[in-house]
T-cell receptor, first 112, second 112 residues
């Protein structure tokens, strides 16, 4: 059974810092991995999607990497801003299924 | 496009009551999903559908039922509500596997 974990559970940084969020999964047989942002009381917004054949994806100040063989992904946020404060979740799409498996999320606070 | 819409936004139920959570998408997506999110946790899959007339159980289906008579709508039915069903419920859709998920804003349900 695929399991997804995220470390740390919560992170607080001063504005302007670069930071890394981690996601681990137990089964490397995946189609893709996605990173989502969730603001308090809101739904999830997709940030980046990495196909299993890719090593990384970039969007603006965000860069996500994928090491399928070791079961790890990282989300790098450059020059963090208070507006980046949210919960970040990763999810994998297993090869065998039609559904997605989510991690518990990392709650990020960027202090002005 | 409105994307994925969910109603109601909030609801309080008494133990033993029933209700239907509505989910509609206007993107003509084939796949639709229902998740629940408990505080500090990731999303757990309740039910999903790969097309009209086809539904299947996810990780936590007990106490819930679904139907999919049209491409657009995927209602979630709670029978005999229990306090353990207090949660935030999210509906999501995608066009085809594997692809980016689009989420609704969620329904916050409290069972007292």
């Amino acid at each position: 059974k695929q399991e997804v974990t995220q470390i740390p559970a919560a992170l607080s940084v001063p504005e302007g810092e670069n930071l890394v969020l981690n996601c681990s999964f137990t089964d490397s047989a995946i189609y893709n991995l996605q990173w989502f942002r969730q603001d308090p009381g809101k739904g999830l917004t997709s940030l980046l999607l990495i196909q299993s054949s890719q090593r990384e994806q970039t969007s603006g100040r965000l860069n996500a990497s994928l090491d399928k063989s070791s079961g790890r992904s990282t989300l790098y946020i450059a020059a963090s801003q208070p507006g980046d404060s949210a919960t970040y979740l990763c999810a994998v799409t297993p090869n065998y299924g039609q559904n997605f498996v989510f991690g518990p999320g990392t709650r990020l606070s960027v202090l002005p | 496009n409105a994307g994925v819409t969910q109603t109601p936004k909030f609801r309080i139920l008494k133990i033993g009551q029933s209700m239907t959570l509505q989910c509609t998408q206007d993107m003509n997506h084939n796949y639709m999903y229902w998740y629940r999110q408990d505080p500090g946790m990731g999303l757990k899959l309740i039910y999903y559908s790969v097309g009209a007339g086809i539904t299947d159980k996810g990780e936590v289906p007990n106490g819930y039922n679904v139907s999919r008579s049209t491409t657009e709508d995927f209602p979630l039915r709670l029978e005999l509500a229990a306090p353990s069903q207090t949660s935030v419920y999210f509906c999501a859709s995608i066009d085809s596997m594997p692809d980016t998920q689009y989420f609704g804003p969620g329904t916050r349900l409290t069972v007292l």
